[in-house]
């Protein structure tokens, strides 16, 4: 069974550090990983897509890396600013599988 | 705009009462997900349908049934609720090779 575990659970830092939000997965054999963002009252939105064959994907102050025989990803947030401020999760589609698992995930709080 | 409808957004049920929650996308995705998210557990899976016509349980489908109405709708219904119920339901959706799209949640009071 599929297990994945986000460390740090929450992180607080002053606005425009660089930081970044780790990822781990038990099963290496995974189709893709997305990383989400969670607003308090609202629902998930994805931020970036890695597919298996990935080693990272960028969008913005976003970059997130993948390594897949490790078990790993990193979700790293340049400059950070206040409207960063959220729950970041991170999903696995396993391969032969088209459900998502996902990991308890890490709350943000960047202060001004 | 596209993207996943869910409705209600808010329910108050009291236990033994039953209610369906429903669930359309208009991204011509395949794939349709029921989670619930409770604080300390993260989003589990109650059920989903990979295709048109198909469902299968999740992690946690007891109390549960779905239907895939169509390839646009799939609703969750809880036939007798219980206060075990209470938690907040995400739908979500996932086309070939793209990202998952989330509806905006159903929060549930089951008292």
């Known amino acids: 069974k599929q297990e994945v575990t986000q460390i740090p659970a929450a992180l607080s830092v002053p606005e425009g550090e660089n930081l970044v939000l780790n990822c781990s997965f038990t099963?290496?054999?995974?189709?893709?990983l997305q990383w989400f963002r969670q607003d308090p009252g609202k629902g998930l939105t994805s931020l970036l897509l890695i597919q298996s064959s990935q080693r990272e994907q960028t969008s913005g102050r976003l970059n997130a890396s993948l390594d897949k025989s490790s078990g790993r990803s990193t979700l790293y947030i340049a400059a950070s600013q206040p409207g960063d401020s959220a729950t970041y999760l991170c999903?696995?589609?396993?391969?032969?599988?088209?459900?998502?698992?996902f990991g308890k995930g890490t709350m943000l709080l960047v202060s001004p | 705009n596209a993207g996943v409808t869910q409705t209600p957004k808010f329910q108050v049920l009291k236990t033994g009462q039953s209610m369906t929650l429903q669930c359309a996308q208009d991204?011509?995705?395949?794939?349709m997900y029921w989670y619930r998210q409770d604080p300390g557990m993260g989003l589990r899976l109650i059920y989903y349908?990979?295709?048109?016509?198909?469902?299968d349980k999740g992690e946690v489908p007891n109390g549960y049934n779905v239907s895939r109405l169509n390839k646009r709708e799939f609703s969750l219904r809880l036939e007798s609720a219980a206060p075990s119920q209470t938690s907040v339901y995400f739908c979500a959706s996932i086309g070939w090779d793209t990202e998952a799209f989330f509806g905006q949640g159903t929060r549930l009071t089951v008292v």
């Open positions: 991204m011509n995705h395949n794939s």
């Open positions: 999903a696995v589609t396993s391969s032969g599988y088209s459900t998502l698992t």
């Open positions: 349908s990979a295709s048109e016509g198909t469902t």
């Open positions: 099963d290496s054999a995974i189709y893709n």
